[in-house]
């Protein structure tokens, strides 16, 4: 159901490689909100993928672009203001990648020259685009952007490796450069912790299905999808949230406020009978 909350704006989305991809979804709620956008993700993403069925189905054009190449950048940003006829209402940042990772090496193991390309994919990426963008005054005044990150920013988890360091320094990013976007343009840049998410990218990490059932036991309101996330990233972007910059805004159904919950302790334990009342019924508190 739409509510027009993109009614008229214009927009790039990063990162987009099929329908497991929260970036995926944001691109068809923004152009069922009344957005047009344009897609951008690398060559090989976009060769491999299904990009080119998204593009098609929302009448986008994809412009094939390395997120950590200044030209590339330079390019996705003047040629999206030129196919959607002004300047950019909102982007999101939804690219993520460690060859760490996904070489199996472990964080007391770190090979530094993966490392540098897990910062500069996962999150120097972010600067360049904001950036270029400033620079080619391609996004409109009091535009919104987003870029998508994860509680491991503040906090260890087992097997999230350097993409942890990529994520704090993403938020860092956003608020450093929040405060001067903001003061000169109205723009307002925010982050949105996301629940662990089984995209293609977040399959990688190791023990994710017992990462994403740990969570879902822990969260009140269990884990956020892909397709949730994507409704708040269009809140986001919309005029409704124009006072909202320079935050990580948790979107993990209250995990990241959780201590331990009954769910999860009772992984532990052999029933729920001893936190039930005189009618069966748990108790939670």
């Not at 987009?16 to 956008?37: C, D, H, P, R």
Request: proline share 2%; net charge negative.
């Amino acid at each position: 159901m739409s509510h027009n909350l993109l009614k008229g704006k214009r927009g790039i989305i990063f990162g987009a490689l099929n329908n497991m991809s929260i970036a995926w979804k944001v691109a068809e709620k923004a152009v069922e909100e009344g957005a047009t956008i344009t897609l951008s993700n690398t060559p090989i993403a976009v060769r491999m993928g299904q990009v080119d069925e998204l593009a098609t189905k929302l009448n986008a054009e994809v412009l094939p672009a390395d997120a950590t190449s200044i030209e590339d950048l330079e390019q996705v940003f003047s040629k999206s203001v030129e196919i959607l006829g002004g300047k950019i209402d909102f982007v999101l940042h939804s690219i993520g990648m460690s060859p760490n990772v996904r070489k199996k090496r472990t964080y007391d193991d770190l090979d530094y020259n993966m490392l540098d390309k897990t910062l500069d994919i996962s999150a120097l990426s972010f600067h360049k685009m904001l950036q270029v963008a400033k620079k080619q005054d391609a996004i409109a005044d009091e535009g919104s952007v987003i870029a998508l990150s994860y509680v491991a920013a503040q906090r260890t988890f087992f097997g999230y490796n350097d993409m942890a360091d990529a994520k704090a320094l993403l938020e860092s990013i956003a608020r450093s450069f929040g405060y001067i976007y903001g003061r000169e343009k109205g723009v307002r840049i925010n982050t949105i912790s996301q629940s662990p998410t089984l995209t293609t990218a977040g399959s990688g990490v190791k023990g994710m299905e017992h990462l994403m059932d740990f969570s879902n036991k822990m969260s009140p309101l269990g884990n956020a999808s892909a397709e949730e996330c994507a409704n708040y990233c269009i809140v986001m972007f919309s005029d409704l949230t124009k006072k909202v910059t320079m935050q990580n805004l948790y979107h993990d159904g209250g995990f990241s406020s959780m201590g331990m919950s009954l769910r999860a302790m009772n992984q532990y334990s052999k029933g729920l009978e001893e936190y039930t009342d005189e009618q069966g019924r748990i108790i939670y508190g």
